[in-house]
């Protein structure tokens, strides 16, 4: 298919999910905030997905997941370090495919050491990785905003970004 479209239903990893009624896949979303701005990324893809986003400083539980969304910030140019534990903890026997989902001020860093980790440990990850802006104190103060949450469901849903 072209660039910027893909099928009905496909996600950024190029594979089909199923119709609710037919969904067999457990999708799971997780996020580790500073500032709230991953928390609001991660809120809005679960919810479209109808279920609930879990915060990684809660540790949550994850098992037999077939798709993994993971939301997080890049602060001086990385990933939180309580970010890169938690992912250090994942195996391919708990998630089989991860999709990457980025806040940074600059727009310019990827999640590169959480997805190095993660194909380390023979979990699929997607090529593709959504980032949009986060703010700091002036600089993008106003981001995530709505038009970002909006570009972060239509990733996850398999839709064109900007």
Do not use: W
Not at 48 to 64: F, K, R, T, V, Y
Not at 118 to 142: A, H, M, W
Not at 144 to 158: H, Q
């Amino acid at each position: 298919m072209g660039r910027g479209h893909r099928g009905r239903g496909q996600t950024p990893i190029g594979m089909t999910i199923p119709a609710k009624e037919e969904m067999n896949m457990k999708i799971a979303v997780i996020y580790l905030t500073k500032t709230g701005h991953s928390r609001k990324i991660a809120n809005a893809i679960a919810g479209e997905l109808n279920i609930h986003a879990e915060d990684i400083s809660m540790n949550p539980g994850i098992a037999d997941v077939d798709i993994l969304y993971i939301v997080g910030g890049i602060y001086g140019g990385k990933s939180d370090p309580i970010m890169i534990e938690y992912i250090k903890g994942i195996d391919s026997t708990m998630v089989k495919k991860a999709v990457l989902l980025t806040s940074c001020v600059s727009k310019k860093f990827k999640q590169d050491e959480v997805r190095e980790i993660l194909r380390r440990k023979n979990i699929e990850v997607s090529s593709e990785e959504f980032v949009c802006q986060g703010g700091l104190g002036f600089i993008g103060r106003k981001h995530p905003n709505s038009s970002d949450l909006e570009n972060a469901i239509a990733f996850v849903k398999g839709g064109q970004t900007p």
